[in-house]
């Protein structure tokens, strides 16, 4: 069995599992958020009644993240729903906006966007918040209400994004019925060369099979380049497993997963027993392709598709509006070290955004010291407008008065997921996917440009 059919057969109580046969798994985690979480607390209250008990309260994890630093009304209220359904479900992990558990969050407009608007259990984006909070653990089934919930699979794990019925069924008995899907391979070999990233990586790999090439099935990757890849650069590759229409990427259990869940988990007091799926020996795959490291250039996914692949060097005539860094995908401390790398000492030519993921990140940048400069002030001194208010921001648009939201016609280059027509605001505006190193050498030009310009 590959990975995949290994861990839905365990969680399913069989010995084996092929593709398409339906399973009723036992979920290990659901996660939702402040944009799908009211929706599925109305389902379940709806069909398991208004004083139901979640299956769980252990296995439930609640992160705002979405829609947070506005001053749009429903979306400080979609937050007060979360805090009144965790306070009444007596739920541990809820990562709330503001510390009063009897409290109403609300936006302070006089204060701004870049200034810290958060309490002390707020963390920041769902996907980057689950392995840092202890969440993911290897072999185990996680659910969540967002698409982007594939990114765990970075950790041995089947992660996949549900919607708002399904996680209303799970929120009342801690099941649910999957078709096991089809598996691809991604064997990567060699190393990764100077300029070129993960999101590289997964860039040419959708550019390769298409935006729909990899349509409820899993993805996944294997080989030596794997082995050397951190586990960030994991994350970035799982994350995007969407992007190809993949219902979950899972990656294999080394000792880098290992050693990255045991911290965290003992950091977090999280459950600290896992068992790992391991590689057979006789796989079935739907698709088996090796690819290359060394061979990689900085790739672009064009407007209107994250398949829309060319290199950055053929796009060096398209001129640019803006720029922008943050995201579960792009806006790790990884991310921002390396976007860091090549603006220190410079300035940026075009309006440059920066949201870190989490709060976390917000921290290692004020704390990791280059030359004697925090890493955030060397993005500030280079002209990037940081927010020390870690969330979803623009990567999908959100409310009008959204941090680095695309409000007019303009093209942007992202280190963000996904560029479908409007996605991170006006409707006629373009986004080019890439990797924070070519995010950050375009900020520099004003224009798409490969990064190998700016490194040795
Ligand atoms: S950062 Fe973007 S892709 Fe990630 S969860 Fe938020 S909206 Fe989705």
New binding site residues.
């Given amino acids: 069995m590959t990975l995949t059919e290994k861990v839905l057969a365990r969680a399913s109580g069989k010995s084996h599992v092929q593709p398409g046969d339906n399973v009723w798994v036992n979920v290990d985690t659901l996660m939702t ?1 402040d944009v799908c979480g009211p929706g599925t607390i109305g389902v379940f209250k709806r069909e398991f009644g208004k004083t139901a008990k979640v299956w769980d309260r252990n296995r439930v994890v609640i992160i705002p ?2 829609y947070i630093f506005t001053a749009d009304s429903m979306s400080n209220r979609n937050v007060d729903i979360l805090r009144e359904f965790a306070k009444e479900q007596d739920l541990p992990y809820f990562y709330d906006v503001i510390d009063d558990p009897s409290g109403n969050w609300k936006f302070d407009v006089e204060k701004g966007q870049l200034k810290k608007q958060y309490g002390s259990r707020y963390t920041g ?4 918040t689950l392995p840092w909070k202890g969440h993911t653990r290897p072999g185990e089934i996680l659910f969540g209400t ?3 919930t594939c ?1 765990a699979g970075a950790f041995n794990q089947f992660a996949t994004g549900i919607g708002n019925t399904d996680a209303g069924f799970i929120l009342g008995t801690g099941k649910l019925l999957i078709k096991v899907p089809e598996s691809m391979r991604f064997f990567l070999e060699g190393q990764l060369p100077v300029g070129v990233m993960a999101k590289d990586v997964i860039l040419h790999v959708i550019g390769e099979i298409g935006f729909d090439g990899a349509t409820y099935r899993a993805m996944q990757w294997e080989g030596p380049g794997v082995n050397s890849m951190s586990m960030d650069d994991r994350m970035t590759i799982a ?1 995007m497993a969407i992007e190809a229409g993949g219902k979950n990427g899972i990656f294999p259990c080394d000792d880098k997963t290992i050693s990255y869940v045991r911290e965290r988990v003992t950091e977090n007091g999280t459950k600290n027993t896992f068992d790992p799926v391991e590689i057979d020996s006789k796989q079935s795959f739907v698709y088996d392709k090796v690819f290359d490291l060394s061979k990689l250039e900085p790739t672009v996914a064009c407007h209107p598709d994250p398949g829309n692949r060319k290199s950055a060097k053929e796009l060096e005539k398209v001129t640019l509006d803006r720029a922008y860094i ?4 792009g ?1 790790k401390t990884s991310d921002f070290l390396a976007f860091a790398e090549v603006v220190k000492g410079k300035t940026v030519k075009i309006d440059t955004f920066g949201v870190p ?1 989490t709060t976390r990140v917000v921290q290692d940048l004020k704390e990791t010291v280059w030359n004697g400069q925090s890493v955030w002030q060397i993005l500030e001194s280079a002209g990037v407008r940081l927010t020390e208010n870690a ?3 623009a ?2 648009g959100g409310p009008v008065d959204t941090f680095g939201r695309l409000n007019t016609p303009m093209k942007c280059i992202s280190a ?3 560029n479908f027509p409007g996605r991170m605001g006006n409707k006629e505006s373009q986004v080019f996917l890439a990797s924070p190193y070519t995010v950050a050498a375009s900020a520099l030009t004003g224009h798409i440009t490969d990064p190998r310009e700016f490194l040795s």
Wanted: charged share 10%; with cysteine.
């Fill in positions: 958020h993240d979405h984006v769902c996907h980057t967002d698409s982007h990114m994350n943050g995201s579960c995908t806006g993921a969330s979803c921001a990567c999908l963000t997921n996904r």
